[in-house]
Nanobody, 125 residues
Framework: QVRLVESGGGLVQAGGSLRLSCVAS????????LSWFRRAPGKEREFVAG???????FNTDSVSGRFAIARDNAKNTVHLEMTALNPEDTAVYFC???????????????????WGQGTQVTVSS
């Protein structure tokens, strides 16, 4: 069975950085699109960044280029490097995976069958 496990969340001051990781098992990692989503209190789940099987990257205006996604196929891991964090980035961050995602649907949560449990990121002002 597919399992995704996030780590790296925590409490950070505004302007700081965090590196999130998501380790996948039970799948052929190189065949999957991987994305990060987040859910802030009182808000809907929001796309953060995605990366295709070939390494093509998708981002969102919400993070204004402050976040970077990368995949390490040898370690079945996808990372999210977050810099210049602000309190608006406070959320539970989830990784998601699916082997069948259309180019136009990478940013849609409904595109992904497999999800991690989430890791909390809290940014203090």
């Amino acid at each position: 069975q597919v399992r995704l496990v996030e780590s790296g969340g925590g409490l950070v001051q505004a302007g700081g950085s965090l590196r999130l990781s998501c380790v996948a098992s039970g799948l052929t990692f190189s065949n999957y699109v991987l994305s990060w989503f987040r859910r802030a209190p009182g808000k809907e789940r929001e796309f953060v960044a995605g990366i295709t099987q070939g390494g093509g990257k998708f981002n969102t205006d919400s993070v204004s280029g402050r976040f970077a996604i990368a995949r390490d196929n040898a370690k079945n891991t996808v990372h999210l490097e977050m810099t210049a964090l602000n309190p608006e980035d406070t959320a539970v961050y989830f990784c998601a995976a699916d082997s069948q995602v259309r180019f136009t649907a990478v940013r849609l949560a409904a595109s992904y069958d497999y999800w991690g449990q989430g890791t909390q990121v809290t940014v203090s002002s």
